[in-house]
């Protein structure tokens, strides 16, 4: 399993970014995508995660109504649309992948991990 993030850049605090997350080496029905962040000196903390069969969805308290997870089947990619963003925000964005289908936010439950993109939000 391979998982490539991007998207990331530096915005202005209240703009707007589009991560995307690219999975590629199986057939991901019956899996979990999920995005973390991971901000200088902290944990990694979970954002939001999607499951691809049927496309629920789950979020933190700290994005939700501010973030969108949403999934494409044919191009394999997860995306994250982040809106009215805050300096708070900036951090090293993931994606991860874990099998099933409960919508998982432990992040040691994530079985595969992509490289990371850093997200720089200034006020």
């Known amino acids: 399993v391979q998982l490539q993030a991007s998207g990331g850049g530096l915005v202005q605090a209240g703009g707007s970014l589009r991560l995307s997350c690219l999975a590629s080496?199986?057939?991901?029905?019956?899996?979990?995508m999920g995005w973390f962040r991971q901000a200088p000196g902290k944990e990694r903390e979970f954002v939001a995660a999607?499951?691809?069969?049927?496309?629920?969805?789950y979020y933190s308290d700290s994005v939700r109504g501010r973030f969108t997870i949403s999934r494409d089947n044919a191009k394999t990619t997860v995306y994250l649309q982040m809106n009215k963003l805050r300096p708070e925000d900036t951090a090293v964005y993931y994606c991860?992948?874990?099998?099933?289908?409960?919508?998982?936010?432990?992040?040691?439950?994530?079985?595969?991990w992509g490289q990371g993109t850093l997200v720089t939000v200034s006020s």
């Open positions: 991860g992948v874990v099998e099933g289908r409960r919508l998982v936010n432990r992040r040691d439950e994530y079985e595969y």
């Open positions: 999607i499951r691809w069969n049927g496309g629920s969805t």
């Open positions: 080496g199986r057939t991901f029905s019956g899996y979990v």
